[in-house]
């Protein structure tokens, strides 16, 4: 059975930091490769998650989102069954409930796969 425990979220102040991180077992690592979504406030009605960042143990490649290139970087341990999230400069639109679940990584893109998911981690930047 996968299960993908995620851990670090909380409430910062703009350009605050916080990383995230999903602990992963159950599948094997070959198979998928493990991203982070989020669930912004305004989009909860919608059920949207939105692809922030992924990345593949097999190869070490890697995905992430305009929005949020330059300030979230994406890293797994040697392992390949846990990922964090190092989030810098945060702001305020990056408020949202963050999720670990597996993914597929290919052509520049990354979506969810599987079924998978995390508990979620609430993430809110504000002042």
């Known amino acids: 059975q996968v299960q993908l425990v995620e851990s670090g979220g909380g409430r910062v102040q703009p350009g605050g930091s916080l990383r995230l991180s999903c602990a992963a077992s159950?599948?094997?690592?070959?198979?998928?490769?493990l991203g982070w979504f989020r669930q912004p406030p305004e989009k909860e009605h919608e059920g949207v998650r939105e692809?922030?960042?992924?990345?593949?143990?097999?190869?070490?490649?890697?995905y992430t989102a305009d929005s949020v290139k330059g300030r979230f970087t994406i890293s797994g341990d040697s392992l390949g069954n846990t990922i964090y999230l190092q989030m810098n400069d945060l702001k305020p639109e990056d408020t949202a409930i963050y999720y670990c679940?597996?993914?597929?990584?290919?052509?520049?893109?990354?979506?969810?796969?599987?079924?998978?998911w995390g508990q979620g981690t609430q993430v809110t930047v504000s002042s």
């Open positions: 679940a597996t993914a597929l990584l290919s052509g520049g893109l990354c979506w969810s796969s599987g079924g998978n």
């Open positions: 159950g599948f094997a690592l070959g198979r998928y490769a």
């Open positions: 692809g922030v960042s992924c990345i593949r143990s097999s190869d070490g490649g890697t």
